[in-house]
């Protein structure tokens, strides 16, 4: 994974190699991973009256006037063949040190070239699989489309270990964007209560990865 200074970015926008990621984490998917911030609504329970429901991230998602949401499987897919993440194809870019920085959000301004599949990811990294599963228990994730909330379900999980750490992160194709309109795709993290990752503190409360695709 990238490198920012003397550590691993804790978040896995800025100067990820796509390649990088196709390499390192294609081949470590985690595909049902228990997490507290990946609510994922139970099965329904099997009988002569019940309506088995597709688990999220089985089917594409399509968001009513905007894009495509793929299958997690396509997603794995969609990484091992090198889709460009949305922070590659974004004009603004932040340092690790204001990555840090709870209570703030941070926008990014995308012009497709095209009808251009990318990838919409959230990671996170520490210093040991310990502190890294101590984090994830005090942190929950929300996604959404167009103010639309997108289940955590739909987002494939992988699993690396960095130079120095170990990172988890999630992911999902996003794909067929309307022609001529802005999507405006989001990610808010809650820090239900102070941590720290092995590089830095964080504060109890909110961060907000706000991203506007404009499709040509």
Do not use: H
Not at 20 to 42: K, Y
Not at 97 to 103: K, P, Y
Not at 187 to 208: C, H, M, R, W
């Amino acid at each position: 994974m990238s490198i920012v200074g003397a550590r691993p970015a804790r978040w896995i926008g800025l100067g990820l190699a796509v390649a990088t990621l196709a390499a390192g984490l294609a081949c470590n998917a985690v595909s049902t991973l228990p997490l507290p911030f990946l609510s994922t609504p139970a099965a329904a329970t099997a009988g002569p009256t019940a309506t088995i429901t597709a688990q999220p991230g089985a089917q594409p998602l399509q968001i009513e006037g905007g894009p495509t949401i793929n299958t997690r499987r396509d997603t794995r897919l969609a990484v091992t063949e090198r889709v460009p993440v949305l922070e590659a194809l974004a004009e603004e870019d932040y340092s690790n040190d204001e990555l840090a920085e709870v209570g703030r959000a941070f926008p990014f301004t995308i012009e497709l070239p095209g009808d251009l599949p990318v990838l919409w990811v959230y990671g996170w990294c520490t210093t040991s699989f310990e502190i890294l599963e101590q984090n994830l228990s005090v942190m929950e994730l929300e996604f959404s489309v167009n103010g639309v909330p997108v289940d955590a379900g739909q987002f494939e999980a992988f699993e690396e270990e960095a130079e120095d750490g170990v990172c988890r992160y999630f992911a999902a194709e996003v794909f067929a964007w309307p022609p001529g309109s802005t999507t405006t795709l989001q990610t808010k993290v809650i820090f239900t209560a102070p941590l720290n990752d092995g590089f830095a503190d964080y504060a109890a409360g909110e961060q907000s990865f706000i991203y506007t695709v404009s499709a040509p």
